[in-house]
């Protein structure tokens, strides 16, 4: 893959200098007596692209959930964008402003099947956002030509292939212009020869100084565009630090095992 931008790579080494966007202390999350996530504390700041790794049922996907809200916290600390997600009594506009400043792209699309992809990238915008049809349509266009489906403006998902779904799916999210864009596996639906255009997407939007958390088994996609990774395991966050130091020289027992496992 390409080198990260000059711009990007500028803007990260500046990252210890700016404010964290999204921080969590001792946070906890549990579904009854079965507790996933067990008082995990950390950073990520604006312009990191932060990959989050671990066996099947550690955590991930509920770790990335608690960002936006979509799971509530049980204990401990998290604030994304200054909006404290922890506060159980959070008033409707915060969420409001969390959901649309933090985008969400799913492993399963999450399309309106009945909708063109046109009407899929519009609706949050006009609804949302107030923006008139003329103004989120042009917003729609721009983005659908910058993840390479102009063409596919009027058709509908089930004449889409799966790599094109996440790709309308990213174009999607940026139709809100959010600061933080989230990815729940992104390319685990995908047969294995569509991987590599999703990919390419999520890379050149790092390059662009994108903010992403990025749930992913994809480690060489880890290894050359996150600058950061996290490991969890069982619920704990194992290991944390830079990318490639990480994965390439792994201080924790268990991530040199989890490695291992996916050679």
Same mark, same amino acid.
């Given at each position: 893959?390409?080198?990260?931008?000059?711009?990007?790579?500028?803007?990260?080494?500046?990252?210890?200098?700016?404010?964290?966007?999204?921080?969590?202390?001792?946070?906890?999350?549990?579904?009854?007596? !079965?507790?996933?996530?067990?008082?995990?504390?950390? /950073?990520?700041?604006?312009?990191? @692209?932060?990959?989050?790794?671990?066996?099947?049922?550690?955590?991930?996907?509920?770790?990335?959930?608690?960002?936006?809200?979509?799971?509530?916290?049980?204990?401990? %600390?998290?604030?994304?964008?200054?909006?404290?997600?922890?506060?159980?009594?959070?008033?409707?506009?915060?969420?409001?402003?969390?959901?649309?400043?933090?985008?969400? @792209?799913?492993?399963? #699309?999450? !399309?309106?099947?009945?909708?063109?992809?046109?009407?899929?990238?519009?609706?949050?915008?006009?609804?949302?956002?107030?923006?008139?049809?003329?103004?989120? /349509?042009?917003?729609?266009?721009?983005?659908?030509?910058? @993840?390479?489906?102009?063409?596919?403006?009027?058709?509908?998902?089930?004449?889409?292939?799966?790599?094109?779904?996440?790709?309308?799916?990213?174009?999607?999210?940026?139709?809100?212009?959010?600061?933080?864009?989230? #990815?729940?596996?992104?390319?685990?639906?995908?047969?294995?020869?569509?991987?590599?255009?999703?990919?390419?997407?999520?890379?050149?939007?790092?390059?662009?100084?994108?903010?992403?958390?990025?749930?992913?088994?994809?480690?060489?996609?880890?290894? /050359?565009?996150?600058? %950061?990774?996290?490991? !969890?395991?069982?619920?704990?966050?194992?290991?944390?630090?830079?990318?490639?130091?990480?994965?390439?020289?792994?201080?924790?027992?268990?991530?040199?095992? #989890?490695?291992?496992?996916?050679?």
């Amino acid at each position: 893959m390409n080198e990260p931008s000059t711009q990007a790579a500028a803007h990260n080494t500046t990252l210890k200098d700016s404010k964290p966007v999204i921080t969590f202390d001792g946070l906890r999350k549990s579904y009854g007596e !079965l507790e996933v996530i067990k008082g995990i504390t950390g /950073e990520i700041f604006s312009g990191d @692209v932060v990959s989050i790794i671990g066996p099947s049922g550690c955590g991930k996907s509920t770790f990335l959930r608690c960002m936006n809200r979509l799971e509530k916290v049980t204990g401990g %600390k998290l604030d994304v964008l200054g909006i404290d997600v922890a506060d159980h009594l959070m008033p409707t506009q915060q969420l409001r402003r969390l959901r649309t400043q933090v985008g969400m @792209v799913f492993q399963g #699309f999450n !399309l309106f099947p009945h909708l063109s992809v046109l009407d899929n990238l519009t609706i949050a915008p006009r609804k949302v956002l107030l923006k008139s049809r003329q103004a989120a /349509e042009d917003t729609a266009k721009h983005y659908l030509e910058k @993840v390479g489906l102009g063409q596919k403006i009027h058709a509908f998902p089930d004449q889409l292939s799966g790599g094109q779904k996440q790709r309308v799916a990213i174009a999607r999210s940026l139709c809100m212009n959010p600061l933080i864009l989230l #990815f729940d596996e992104p390319t685990s639906a995908l047969d294995p020869e569509l991987v590599g255009e999703v990919l390419t997407v999520m890379q050149q939007l790092a390059q662009e100084g994108m903010t992403m958390v990025v749930v992913t088994h994809e480690i060489q996609f880890a290894r /050359e565009v996150a600058n %950061k990774v996290i490991f !969890l395991s069982n619920g704990y966050l194992e290991e944390t630090g830079p990318a490639k130091e990480v994965l390439t020289s792994p201080k924790s027992d268990r991530l040199r095992t #989890f490695l291992s496992r996916l050679k």
